[in-house]
């Protein structure tokens, strides 16, 4: 069974940065890795996503540039760098793992417990 632990979220100023890992069990070694965020009344959406060998990355075009997704050399451990956060990237986001490198929610069957990610403005 693949689990999923996030870390890293909490409260920040607008313009800060953030780290946020997702930890997963050896199962997700040789899969892609992905992350989405939820805020508030809204839908679930696809953030950024890495492949199993890290070297595809995707990202959602409001944090291309600002955010950037990567991989530790075990490959079990998934990180998102949040640069220059704004108050719009307020939400939970959640860590996932796929079979299929992809931005679709469909295309991942295992989710973390979510992490809040909190910036005032």
């Known amino acids: 069974q693949v689990q999923l632990v996030e870390s890293g979220g909490g409260l920040v100023q607008a313009g800060g940065s953030l780290r946020l890992s997702c930890t997963g069990s050896?199962?997700?070694?040789?899969?892609?890795m992905a992350w989405f965020r939820q805020a508030p009344g809204k839908e679930r959406k696809f953030v950024a996503a890495i492949s199993w060998s890290g070297d595809r990355t995707y990202y959602e075009d409001s944090v291309r540039g600002r955010f950037t997704i990567s991989r530790a050399d075990r490959k079990n451990v998934a990180y998102l760098q949040m640069n220059i956060l704004k108050p719009e990237d307020t939400a939970v986001y959640y860590c996932a793992v796929g079979d299929s490198f992809g931005s679709s929610q469909g295309q991942y069957s295992y989710w973390g417990q979510g992490t809040q990610v909190t910036v005032s403005s």
């Open positions: 050896a199962l997700t070694f040789f899969k892609p």
